[in-house]
């Protein structure tokens, strides 16, 4: 999935003339703990259908239908064989804890099904959080949490590698924690406390560490990421104390990194999959190999060597990664191939050890009518990219699942294929707008893919992305206030950056042309409130460009602070406003975008993730979140600002539809009233404020956008990095 992005929705203000910020009277209220509201809120995602990478899926080997799912960002999830649906299980985790939605690892206790761990720490940079363990005594229904002293890295390369969570098969007390950079940890008390234990190889501040830990039988194996190929990368504990590298392992290129590993307890065979690199990016070889474990003889059973020629005259060049056993057939053992590109990536089976295989995308059917964004704007899906997660269900022999970089599909006869994605939502959301007319409640742009058209907020759009162009990353999403039908998009793309919609978001059309700068730098876009203009932003390097032509030729606008985000006056057509987050500045147009004119200075500077918002239905009225910095308000264009002392910390502000009787827009904001940052409602022009959420439901970093429905009042829409919309409705 994609990296973590503290959104960078530069933030805007403005009109014409320079002032300085005056000390104005602040608006009234304090910062005061808020008033939850009453009767509560309802949460539910907006479904689009997972869109992210499932990195793990880990069938409970003794109980039907119970089945974990885990993804580098958005957090885990439970399966319901009752509902067929998948149940989060870490949305409680807040915005303090936003570095704990990536998972690292998981694991099962065979002998006690109620009992579920979870390795947390999505970053091992410098600048993220250290891990933590999570244990639960009913299948992730509530947690206990043990903190650690290292860092784990559940979105870093080597998140599809196997489990680094493994129970103890001697004894149910004993976990074992394999790391990146700190070697190999254990606890003798159920999760609650870790230690660092001697471990043959030595951990690097860089490098891979462990990569995968299995039982097999009494012993415990654990893979290696960090060999040169020469040196060893499997080793093994037979009494939990001494751990050897294991005699005969494979060597070489192919067989550099251990990526993942299966037990067939049948036949007493250790099944592994190689790669040349960890990925999910950059692998280009690899192989299969088992040992069997009661000889120590080892033997390759690779499906397809990489290497071969394609028909496009390239290299079919790729890794091994998913690899999963028959619990009920001996020598039954399914692996994936990664970063396949140009063949497009498989599954292949065997049924007698490894020395025949079929490739199951052969002969697969897949049924995406639920999710068609996986058709990727084309005329039907492709099997997958990404395929490290690979799960055979221990009481269904026909019953396989895979992750892929966007969903989970699944087989229940090695033909059919359909995402059995339910309730599983991975996207992090960019972009939102509530649209006041029209058939859609909801449009939004997203990391990875792109711009959606939700007609239901209950399914997954029909439309699948926006197409004409397909975007990877949604930069920049925008509708004419005046004119709704009329909507624009930016985003990463190969066949354009910029499209227009005459239809409220239904279908597309590329600009005609775009700055050149567009391809390697898309970035947000504005369009004026009557949709006759257009302002493009790109990096803080280049200027921003005009269009008056729907996207047919576009100007330079030189006096454009470089790298702000453009917002339009949602009342006159001929006001733009941009916050330079550089200086503190407030840049305003008047001309419709033509040239623009410093306004307010001495506003809070150097963050880029500070947030401009014009307030629906009124000329001039704009919010400025200055994250810890605090919110500010200006009635006349961005002149002059006064800061809103009802509110201690903002970071993204929207506005939905009045409360009945009230004058003013419902304000909907992530921050903070007193110390607790969260979802808060204003009905009073923030006079004051009710928490809107709860502590079951915070989903970590929220910052990017947030939006309120111009129809329906109460409801609101938040974008996670990671758990894709969230929407909430009075109870």
């Known amino acids: 999935m994609s990296t973590f992005h503290l959104s960078r929705r530069s933030v805007l203000a403005g009109t014409a003339a320079v002032a300085a910020v005056v000390p104005l009277p602040s608006i009234q209220g304090r910062a005061a703990a808020a008033t939850p509201a009453k009767g509560g809120y ?48 870490t949305d409680h985790l807040g915005w303090d804890d936003w570095n704990l939605l990536g998972v690292e690892a998981m694991a099962v206790d065979p002998a006690r099904p109620d009992r579920l761990y979870l390795a947390l720490g999505t970053y091992a ?77 030595a951990p690097s501040a860089t490098g891979q560490g462990v990569t995968l830990l299995v039982a097999a039988g009494r012993s415990v194996y654990a893979g290696w990421g960090d060999s040169d190929g020469t040196s060893a990368n499997l080793y093994r504990t037979a009494d939990g104390t001494t751990w050897e590298a294991v005699p005969g392992q494979p060597a070489g290129t192919a067989a550099k990194v251990p990526v993942r590993a299966a037990y067939d307890r049948h036949t ?63 020598g039954t053992v399914v692996v994936s191939t990664n970063n396949r590109w140009s063949l497009v990536d498989t599954l292949y089976r065997t049924t007698d050890g490894g020395r025949t295989w079929t490739s199951l995308k052969d002969k697969a059917v897949l049924d995406v009518s639920e999710t068609p964004y996986l058709k990727w704007g084309a005329d039907k899906p492709k099997f997958g990219w990404w395929i490290q997660a690979v799960g055979l269900d221990p009481f269904d022999s026909e019953h396989i699942v895979y992750g892929t970089g966007a969903t989970l599909y699944g087989t229940r006869d090695l033909k059919n294929w359909a995402p059995q994605i339910r309730g599983l939502e991975e996207a992090s959301i960019r972009q939102l707008i509530s649209p006041p007319v029209g058939e859609a409640h909801l ?23 926006a197409s004409n162009p397909v975007f990877g990353t949604s930069t ?44 390697s730098a898309p970035g947000p876009i504005a369009t004026n409130a009557d949709g006759s203009v257009l ?171 947030i939006a309120g429905d111009p129809r329906i009042y109460g409801r609101v829409y938040i974008a996670t990095n990671g758990r894709g919309v969230q929407y909430g409705e009075p109870a």
Request: include cysteine; charge should be positive.
């Open 535 to 705: 302002l493009w932003s790109f990096g803080t390097g280049d200027p921003g460009f005009r269009s008056a032509d729907n996207g047919a030729t576009w100007s330079e606008v030189a006096s454009f602070p470089k790298g702000a985000a453009p917002v339009a006056d949602p009342v006159d057509p001929a006001r733009f406003y941009a916050f330079d987050t550089t200086t503190g500045t407030l840049h305003a147009s008047t001309d419709s975008g033509r040239t623009f004119t410093a306004r307010a200075t001495g506003l809070s500077s150097g963050d880029t993730e500070f947030q401009l918002a014009a307030a629906p239905g009124r000329s001039g009225d704009l919010w400025l979140s200055l994250k810890g910095n605090g919110l500010y308000r200006s009635t006349d264009g961005g002149a002059n600002f006064a800061k809103v002392g009802s509110c201690r910390a903002s970071y993204t502000l929207g506005f939905g539809k009045a409360a009945a009787g009230a004058s003013y827009p419902a304000v909907y904001l992530v921050g903070s009233t007193e110390t607790i940052t969260a979802v808060y409602r204003s009905d009073d022009g923030a006079k004051t404020w009710t928490r809107i959420n709860d502590d079951q439901h915070q989903w970590g970093w929220i910052g990017a956008t």
């Open 268 to 330: 007493r065979e250790l099944y592994v999959t190689y790669a040349n690199a960890p990925g999910p990016n950059g692998q280009s070889d690899g192989s299969v190999h088992k040992l069997r474990t009661t000889t120590g003889k080892w033997t390759e059973v690779t499906p397809v060597k990489p290497g071969g020629a394609t028909g496009d005259g390239g290299t079919d060049s790729f890794g091994y990664g998913g690899c999963a056993v028959d619990a009920r057939r001996p």
């Open 125 to 201: 940079q410098s600048w993220a959080g250290n891990g933590a363990v999570l244990r639960s005594e009913d299948r992730g229904a509530t947690w206990k949490r043990t903190d650690l002293a290292v860092k784990l890295g559940a979105n870093e390369d080597g998140r599809g590698c196997g489990e680094r969570l493994l129970v103890d098969p001697r004894d149910s007390d004993t976990l074992w924690l394999g790391t990146r950079h700190d070697g190999l940890l254990r606890s003798t008390d159920r999760g609650a406390t870790w230690k660092a234990v001697s471990f043959p190889a």
């Open 443 to 465: 449009i939004s742009g997203s990391g990875d893919i792109g711009v959606m058209y939700h007609e239901r907020l209950t399914a997954s759009p029909s439309r699948g992305m």
């Open 476 to 519: 920049g999403l925008a509708l004419a206030s005046a004119r709704p039908s009329y909507v624009v998009r930016a985003g990463w793309g190969d066949h354009g950056n910029g499209a227009w919609s005459n239809d409220g978001g239904r279908t597309w059309a590329p600009f005609t042309s775009q700055p050149s700068m567009a391809k």
């Open 42 to 89: 309802r949460w539910r995602n907006v479904v689009q259908g997972g869109t992210g990478f499932i990195t793990g899926v880990l069938f409970h080997p003794s109980v039907r239908g119970l089945a974990y799912a885990r993804t580098d960002i958005g957090g885990a999830y439970r399966w319901d064989d009752r509902t067929d649906r998948w149940i989060p299980l």
